[in-house]
């Protein structure tokens, strides 16, 4: 992060949202009897699977890009960051390289090429992508994009989080808390800058993979510590090796902690949306629900807002948490042959 | 039908607008890139899947039910009308009865119950549903709730109609054509009222599947036609016997034709929306879709709204379409493990 990068306020978040007007979706935020039924409570979920580039990430990457004047980009990232940066690139005229290794799916390589970016992949063991992205920048003049630590982009994923607080003043509800799906941190910041300003004394909390569920220890240490190296997870949109600085001082004076799923937990969630959302949830994007739904937070009799924050998920992986969940009780029947209806 | 209903107006479409305010989401109107080039024109999907109970159903029931003045209801479907049904009851107050047979999977019996519902199951061999239904009305002063042939069923469903135009309105856009699927005809109808009224000259197709394609083959006979006895399809939300009389009556006036897609179409035309939407889409909910990208109906260099009117699809049907998709070229490379992003 840049030492001098500034806290961004909840101003920011504000003329962030001006500046994405008509550029990101206002996705929907859905309700559903059924899970609700399941928490105990209310759940409002955010549906940012629904985004342009199947995720929040453009919000964040076109409100930096939007403040460079025009310059060239250059970002890495083999997620959805590369989709949000080229996809922002694209719609403010300004070329972008995307910095990826040579092993990502070819699909994720086509989908951010079709969005009109250059991409350079490197080899993960020889080379070093941060220099490759230094020397691009050198050469070419191209501003980084970082995924989440920079004010410009925490802002951005920020009305994410302002779009929540507006949709649920439509419903006539207030969030008592707000879970947040959380990797660098940039997208939790930025809502809990909007929410904590919207709807004071909301609780926030994370929400994390098990094995990295970094922001979560930091925030009870005080301090910022990293995930074991070596761990897994399907929840590939989350796996940031630390929280950042500036997402993380923003994080520790806003949240109040988090909490970690299982694999298992998250895998459920998106069954669960499958079939009482119709949504298609990517491992990542599916762990607040899971949290929500995991009987570690406390969602009963209260209104809890959920982010779901992508749905880029492979085929394969889905049609697996698909088949595992038939046998779920209340899922049981559901492959059953349809009768002709009436 | 009642032989004495009165035929449904786009002013019908607007009063019931304004009864479902509140009740019904307005569900968003999509668009993808990825979907536009496939289509070569601009597709303005509207995202009924998303609706309450999971399909456009709950509309007409609610429009219909309301206007009853407290009457208790009964209705026979094993589908989306029994869920539309059963929740516009439940949230009007008043008892609903629906006929379901009794080989119906458990998981429709229980959703149809789990809204409050008392469900009257019955023999498809030994037992006839309408004289059920008759009886139940006779005995209890019960009003039954047609699934489509029906003035405040045809009207309501409209409203979804009436939702695009307004939708495509706030984005400067102005419909061509419109793609709507069709089993009685009561969704294609209100939408026809609420289309040609808000964009003169546009061009309505019915989308169907191929062996129940009654609506298209009697739009060009010119009077209804049935399909053939003993047809079989994926899309057992569109399996009416033959289009309504009222229903037919307002598409023959409004509709230039329509397009049937095979049951491959509409797998290739789901598998697109869990990719490029992030929805889940029923086979019966899909076929506008397959109807757009069939080749078969000129999107090129046009705007055509898209109708996907419902997700209510078993877990093991969608997992075997995300299997049979991925070889497909451009998923080819979709299941390959994703790697850590930045």
Same mark, same amino acid.
């Given at each position: 992060?840049?030492?001098?990068? !500034?806290?961004?306020?909840?101003?920011?978040? !504000?003329?962030?949202?001006?500046?994405?007007?008509?550029?990101?979706?206002?996705?929907?935020?859905? !309700?559903?009897?059924?899970? %609700? #039924?399941?928490?105990?409570?209310?759940?409002?979920?955010?549906?940012?699977?629904?985004?342009?580039?199947?995720?929040?990430?453009?919000?964040?990457?076109? %409100?930096?890009?939007?403040?460079?004047?025009?310059?060239?980009?250059?970002?890495?990232?083999?997620?959805?960051?590369?989709?949000?940066?080229?996809?922002?690139?694209?719609?403010?005229?300004?070329?972008?390289?995307i910095v990826m290794p040579a092993d990502a799916p070819a699909i994720k390589i086509e989908s951010t090429r079709a969005l009109g970016a250059e991409i350079r992949l490197y080899d993960r063991q020889g080379e070093v992508r941060e220099e490759i992205g230094a020397e691009i920048a050198a050469r070419t003049g191209a501003a980084l994009v970082r995924p989440y630590d920079d004010p410009h982009v925490i802002a951005g994923q920020g009305t994410a989080g302002l779009e929540i607080a507006e949709q649920a003043d439509e419903l006539g509800a207030r969030a008592d808390a707000a879970l947040i799906c959380c990797g660098g941190g940039?997208?939790?910041?930025?809502?809990?800058?909007?929410?904590? #300003?919207?709807?004071?004394?909301?609780?926030?909390?994370?929400?994390?993979?098990?094995?990295?569920?970094?922001?979560?220890?930091?925030?009870?240490?005080? #301090?910022?510590?990293?995930?074991?190296?070596?761990?897994?997870?399907?929840?590939?949109?989350?796996?940031?090796?630390?929280?950042?600085?500036?997402?993380?001082?923003?994080?520790?004076?806003?949240?109040?902690?988090?909490?970690?799923?299982?694999?298992? !937990?998250?895998r459920r969630a998106m069954a669960l949306a499958f079939r009482h959302l119709k949504l298609v949830v990517e491992p990542g994007g599916a762990v607040a629900l899971a949290a929500a739904l995991s009987g570690r937070f406390h969602t009963r009799g209260r209104t809890v807002a959920i982010m779901l924050s992508g749905g880029n998920v492979d085929p394969a992986l889905f049609a697996g948490v698909l088949r595992e969940s038939t046998p779920e009780p209340s899922l049981r029947d559901a492959a059953a042959p349809r009768p002709a209806p009436s």
């Open positions: 992060m840049d030492p001098h990068a !500034e806290m961004p306020t909840f101003a920011d978040v !504000e003329a962030a949202a001006a500046r994405l007007r008509g550029v990101a979706r206002r996705t929907p935020l859905l !309700e559903s009897d059924a899970l %609700n #039924e399941l928490a105990g409570g209310r759940l409002l979920l955010k549906a940012e699977c629904l985004q342009r580039t199947g995720s929040f990430k453009l919000r964040g990457a076109y %409100n930096a890009i939007s403040r460079l004047d025009g310059r060239a980009v250059v970002a890495y990232s083999s997620g959805n960051h590369a989709q949000g940066v080229a996809a922002a690139a694209r719609l403010l005229g300004v070329p972008a390289t940039g997208l939790t910041a930025g809502c809990a800058l909007a929410l904590a #300003e919207r709807f004071p004394g909301i609780e926030i909390q994370t929400a994390e993979p098990e094995s990295f569920d970094d922001t979560r220890r930091s925030l009870a240490a005080g #301090e910022r510590v990293a995930n074991a190296p070596g761990s897994a997870s399907i929840c590939d949109a989350l796996l940031a090796p630390m929280p950042g600085e500036l997402t993380f001082r923003i994080n520790r004076r806003l949240l109040t902690g988090g909490i970690a799923v299982t694999d298992a !937990e998250v």
